[in-house]
């Protein structure tokens, strides 16, 4: 495809849409590979997925491949869930929760995660899906951004407890933060202290320059 090969000596857009809940947001060909990005950073592919393929490493393939169900807040164009079940070869469960139907409309077009047979797609508010499922998970991953901002709730007592409580036991949360500032770095140091000694709780720094991951297990 010439536009894939144009991509290495420079970025080729190929679709541009906006959305009233993520803005600006474009398809592009970049080094060869299609990439989801909003105005101001990358939103899959990429940058990001590198990000979030580091957390999994962290965890580790073997462990993940043996989980039954695992949640992601925050879609995109769904990069991390082609990690997921085309790198690390997943077989259990998916579910994939994204807010923005657009977005969800990009990543089945362009990304194709709708092909993905053991991926459930729901398009809901990642507070509302995290108050009404009863289902438990060995792994939650929670990738939620607005370009570069990230909502407060992300970081407030009873979301943090509402997520511990669907975390199975030895079960892991990877949680993908931006720091752009100290007040970024000291909300993430607040957030740390949420855990009590039920968590083992790693950060994660300059991940890419200005993300910190957070890898928590459940252990009792």
């Not at 994939?96 to 053991?118: H, M, R």
């Not at 740390?192 to 890898?215: A, G």
Request: proline share 2%; hydrophobic share 40%.
């Amino acid at each position: 495809m010439l536009k894939r090969f144009l991509s290495y000596f420079i970025p080729i857009n190929v679709y541009k849409k906006n959305s009233t809940i993520s803005k600006k947001l474009e398809v592009t060909w970049n080094n060869g590979q299609l990439v989801l990005d909003s105005k101001n950073t990358n939103y899959s592919y990429g940058s990001l997925q590198r990000i979030l393929r580091k957390g999994l490493l962290y965890i580790g393939y073997e462990r993940i491949k043996g989980f039954d169900k695992i949640l992601v807040l925050g879609v995109a164009g769904g990069s991390v869930i082609k990690t997921l079940s085309e790198e690390i070869g997943f077989k259990g469960t998916i579910t994939g929760v994204e807010i923005d139907p657009v977005v969800i409309d990009i990543a089945n077009s362009y990304f194709e995660i709708d092909k993905i047979s053991n991926l459930k797609l729901i398009n809901d508010d990642a507070f509302e899906f995290v108050l009404k499922t009863r289902e438990k998970y060995d792994l939650i991953i929670i990738d939620i951004f607005k370009d570069t901002e990230m909502p407060n709730f992300l970081f407030e007592d009873f979301f943090i407890n509402r997520v511990n409580f669907l975390l199975q036991v030895n079960g892991f949360i990877l949680f993908n933060t931006m720091t752009l500032n100290k007040k970024d770095k000291e909300r993430n140091l607040i957030y740390r202290s949420r855990f009590n000694e039920d968590y083992s709780v790693r950060m994660y720094p300059k991940v890419e320059d200005h993300n910190e991951l957070f890898t928590i297990k459940k252990l009792s």
